[in-house]
């Protein structure tokens, strides 16, 4: 421990190195220093800092560590002021994007830079700025850039590797010239360009129309034109012969690309694109290992439950997760404007939207659950600048395998660890029967999967060997394209989501029994869709109110499909007080208001024609079998153990762990209904895992520990909110 931490500056950077020093306890006392008095005020007002002075030699005076934490043309200005009040000992340093400039003030000013001076940069940050701004894990999971002299104190560079290793952050060693020559390409170079590109089409008398319909690539390039420019000017001045020295590289490989263009030399163009091309895909491989680890959601959070509680009033649970996938997909390849209310703005729908704008979809929003997509038609679609990424999403890879199975283009699709272990050959195998080339990965078929496009695909019939509302809706989808009609029989009903939303957009689909007919060579015309409540989500508070003393809630707007009410047949089946209000149709899906109470459940033996219709309920059902009096048996639900988890022997672990008898089997498992006690709860990130036993707090002895919640947005963004808002006492921790 420190005794005294002084930074020099509280913006984005300083106030979020001083949060981790504050909640890590890394120091006694931290100081600071700033040009803005409102800065220091609001810095003691949130208890971040000790002491505030706007005149940096009083802060630095009894300072074991100083942090520069200023716009980069201050520094000598700041070493002046702080030159004679500074000890020797103190260990100086900075958090700059630029180091050059930051040694060659040191050295006008000590002469000698001092050997306790440390340079360093942090390469994180965001378009927010001020004191306000600031986060204890923004520095988590990213790179920081040491760059010592050749005399540098070992001590000194060893106190500043601990501290940003103490953040969260990678910590590397470069020298300064060759961090000034790699941050002038990789970031200034960028932004530089982002700020220039903005600025120039803001002068463009349609640049509303720009802006409006700018698809991916113009949005996540130009993002960081949202940045400080105070901050940017002052980077581009201090770097500056490392960034014309770039952009005079960049300017060249422009114009010969456009020398190319205007004289319609075909092999000089197809040249540059193949070996950027190639470049691009070797370095994608390269990184793969560790760019196959990242997650949608970064941060590691924890649920934490006291027992007891009840629920109680109306509540609208998140939008239907798979009628927002389909209503991507389907307005993506639709002609016209498809219109969106309802979507579900959950990770795992994010990524099939950030998909289809990666194929040169033009998709506003979504804002408020609203969404607009400009179709471009069964043969619009563009090949992606690179991998798809899926993150958790199976309904995107299963489903977007059949609409890529068809393209002119290769593409390859990639997901999170927990995606990329689940196994994609159920799909891959029937759209291999109708002409496609794809390949998994590994003995397991898992991600990535490379789909090798310009193929013919031919209609079949097909029995599936399992019941798979993703699978066959691949089908149904690679269908659009094939030669004459495909038949999809199933072994027993799946949800028809895909099947009604067809429809809706204008393509003829029948259903005969567990019979699907559909024909190649047609149309899809845009329509408005409005999503309704998701009932897998709606499923835990259903089940949370069954449990719970005294609860009496009504799910408002719920979709009723046929295909997905297996969670209330089995409710009822064990004395669920369940009543369907208020029935009606939106955009050919059915919709009710459902009121649930307080009910003495009783195990039974779950009838087997209702386990495809509450395939993803069971989760939160064996929660309602833990409270039941008597014993649950659930049989042919083997689809359970490749979900995100392997839901029979998670659930079952999670169980036993609150002292309830669960016997997992190879299709199910029996529950003997008990009391539960509290527990520390794995939920190998698998959210329907975390929410089940969140819910289970309801009827819980202790207090619940959840772990490894972070992908509970990838379905229910207000999960904790509305659980909290209707009765349980839930907190959520970062660890």
Known sequence: MLNQVTFIGLGLIGSSLARVIRAQGLAKKIVASSRSERTLQTALDIALIDEAYTDAAQAVANADLVVLAMPVCSTEKVLASIKHAVRPTTIITDVGSTKGNVVDAAHRVFGDVPSHFIPAHPIAGSEQSGVLAGKVDLFKGHKVIITPLAHSDKQAIQHVQQLWQAAGADVLTMTVERHDEVLAKTSHLPHFLAFSLVHALAKESQNLDIFRYAAG??????????SDPTMWHDIFLAN???????????????EQLKAAVETEDSEAILGILTRAQAARHHFTHMLAGTA???TMTTKNLQFVLEAGGTLQGNLRVAGDKSISHRSIMLGSIAEGVTEVSGFLEGEDALATLQAFRDMGVVIEGPKNGEVRIHGVGLNGLQAPPNAIYCGNSGTSMRLLSGILAAQKFDTVMTGDPSLSKRPMERIAKPLRQMGAVIQTTGEKG????SIKGN??????TYDMPVASAQVKSGILLAALWAEGETVVTEPAPTRDHSERMLRGFGYDVSTEGSTIRIKGGGKL?????????DISSAAFFMVGASIAPNADIVLEHVGINPTRIGVINILKAMGGDLTIMNEREVGGEPVADIRVRSAKLKGIHID???VPLAIDEFPALFIAAACAEGTTVLTGAEELRVKESDRIQVMADGLITLGIDAKPTPDGMVIQGGTMGGGKIISHGDHRIAMSFAIASLRATGTIEIEDCANVATSFPNFVSLAKRA?????????
């Open 727 to 735: 009765g349980l006492k839930i907190q959520v921790l970062e660890v």
């Open 240 to 254: 500056k012969a490392s960034i014309l020295n770039a952009l005079t590289s960049f300017n060249a490989g422009v």
């Open 292 to 294: 196959y680890q990242k």
């Open 446 to 449: 898992t991600p990535p999967v």
């Open 608 to 610: 087997e024609a209702d």
């Open 217 to 226: 690539g113009f949005r996540d390039f130009t993002r960081i034109a949202g």
């Open 455 to 460: 193929q013919v695909l031919k209609a079949m």
């Open 525 to 533: 015309t845009a329509t408005k869709i409005d999503v309704p409540a």
